[in-house]
C-alpha cells in the first residue's frame, strides 16, 4: 500500500498550489479519502474529505471557497486545488485514505509553505 503526495512547494501569499496523492495497493475507489495537516507546534487536523460512494465532499471553515477536493478513482489519484493561499495555510500536508472497518493509510507528507 502507497500514498505519495506530490506537488508542494513554496508560493507567494495569494497564489495557488494542486497538490496530489497517488495511490496504490488497494481498491482505491471504495474509501473516503481525506487531506489532513500539521503546521509546526500544532496538532493534525482535517482539511478537506470526500466520500467512496456519494463524492460529498466537506471542508475545515478556515479552507472554505478557496479549497476544492477532487478524486479521479481512474487514476487513483486525490487531489486537493489550492486558491488564495495564506501564510496561515503553511504546513505538511498528508493524505488519508480510510474505509470501515480498520483500513487506515497514510502518505508521507508535502509540505507548503506560503511567504512572500
Known amino acids: 500500500v502507497q500514498l505519495v503526495e506530490s506537488g508542494g512547494g513554496l508560493v507567494q501569499p495569494g497564489g495557488s498550489l494542486r497538490l496530489s496523492c497517488a495511490a496504490s495497493?488497494?481498491?482505491?475507489?471504495?474509501?473516503?479519502l481525506t487531506w489532513y495537516r500539521q503546521a509546526p507546534g500544532k496538532e493534525r487536523a482535517l482539511v478537506a474529505r470526500?466520500?467512496?460512494?456519494?463524492?460529498?465532499?466537506n471542508y475545515a471553515d478556515s479552507v472554505k471557497g478557496r479549497f476544492t477536493i477532487s478524486r479521479d478513482n481512474a487514476k487513483n489519484t486525490v487531489y486537493l486545488q489550492m486558491n488564495s493561499l495564506k501564510p496561515e495555510d503553511t504546513a505538511v500536508y498528508y493524505c488519508?485514505?480510510?474505509?470501515?472497518?480498520?483500513?487506515?493509510?497514510w502518505g508521507q507528507g508535502a509540505q507548503v509553505t506560503v511567504s512572500s
Open positions: 495497493g488497494f481498491t482505491f475507489s471504495s474509501y473516503d
Open positions: 488519508n485514505a480510510n474505509r470501515f472497518p480498520g483500513k487506515n493509510y
Open positions: 470526500i466520500t467512496s460512494t456519494t463524492g460529498s465532499t
